[in-house]
């Protein structure tokens, strides 16, 4: 396995580095502190291609395979310093566009796909419910057919980009008797008769990734608004979380390198009894190890993303990076926050907020237990 940079994925991770930093961190704390979705960055992400960046190039993406689709989001992660907006931009192509990439029809494709790659419009998944969280496939959304089409009924809950999205990605039980292989998945507009969406919900951070409920009253689809093959949801919606469970990460990576290097600053500049505090060694291992936790989740998560460009299986691969990230995330976020004393405790700086961000990758996308549990069945336990 070769994980070295190809010259295109250095331009690239270079390119996005740069535009993060000097386009998307205008007024962050203002937008984290107003709950409020960052539409003119969104904007600028989309023309520079990081809203399609696993799509194909004929609908309006990039084309890159998951290792590229990675770097990229990593270099989003480290350059922008508003993480519900990396959040939301992944959440919107790994969860709801590649799906669509995968099991929707060339007319759904074409209609749909260059809206959400130039940020035109705004995607959510609408998957989980009040009873079915970790366990998804409990859905009590139904979906029933009518004439040439579907009737959907239910409601869906914690939906990313939800108050601001135009498209939904709707999951719906069309056998309930087929259990987890009796589940749809349907491309809904916001504007059809039926679709309401709920409030904003605050939330401990993410703030600027809007995340609502949304209900579906007797909404009518037509069948080029199904995904896949009758029935064929369940499997869609396991390669997105592949997808997601990887790349998604990768901006979490990248994040934790730019906490690093702040933390690594801030030591050898800070003095306490006359000398830098990172010369005493309660600070200096903290901050070895969160060097040690970011070059570990990389790398699984490089691995992971290679072997899924390879074709392979990599459930046990892609367990094990979520995992290293997220937890990794959360952990460098206490440390940080230690490390900054009073300073980093202050909502004045962007340091608690980092730790605020990191608490939920632990949940979404599959909790640290369903990834523990991922894990020991592939060791046959």
Known sequence: MDFSYTAAQKELYDRVLRFAREQLN???????????????????????GLLGL??????????????????????????????????????????????????????????????LCSGEWIAANAITEGEAGSDVFML?????????????????????????????LVYANSAPEKGYLGIDAFVVTRDMPGVTVGQPIDKMGLHTCL??????????????????????????FTDSMMWERSCLFAGYVGAME?????????????????????????????????????????????RACWLRDQGEDAVLEVALSKLAASEGAVQGGLDAVQIFGSVGYSSEFSIERMLRDAVPSTIFSGTSEIQRNLIASRLGL
């Open 140 to 168: 009590k959304t139904r979906s029933e057919p009518v004439g040439d089409g579907y009737r959907l009924t239910g409601a869906k809950s914690y939906a990313s980009n939800g108050p601001v999205a135009d498209v939904f």
């Open 258 to 302: 730019r906490q690093l290097e702040a933390v690594a600053e801030y030591a050898a500049q800070r003095k306490q009894g006359r000398r830098p505090i990172g010369r005493y060694q309660a600070i200096s291992h903290r901050v070895a190890d969160m060097k040690l936790r970011l070059e570990s989740a990389r790398w699984l998560l490089y």
């Open 54 to 115: 696993c799509v194909p190039e004929k609908y309006g993406g990039m084309g890159l395979d998951h290792l590229s689709t990675a770097l990229a989001l990593e270099a989003l992660g480290r350059g922008c310093q508003d993480m519900g907006l990396v959040f939301a931009l992944s959440a919107h192509q790994l969860a709801c566009s590649r799906p669509i990439v995968d099991g929707g029809s060339e007319e759904l494709k074409q209609r749909v796909l260059p809206k």
């Open 211 to 236: 995340t609502s409920s949304v209900y579906l009253s007797d909404v009518e689809v037509s069948a080029g608004q199904r995904l896949g093959a009758p029935c064929g949801g369940a499997a869609l």
């Open 26 to 48: 205008h007024g962050v704390l203002e937008r984290d502190r107003e709950r409020r979705f960052p539409k003119k960055e969104w904007r600028l992400c989309g023309e520079f």
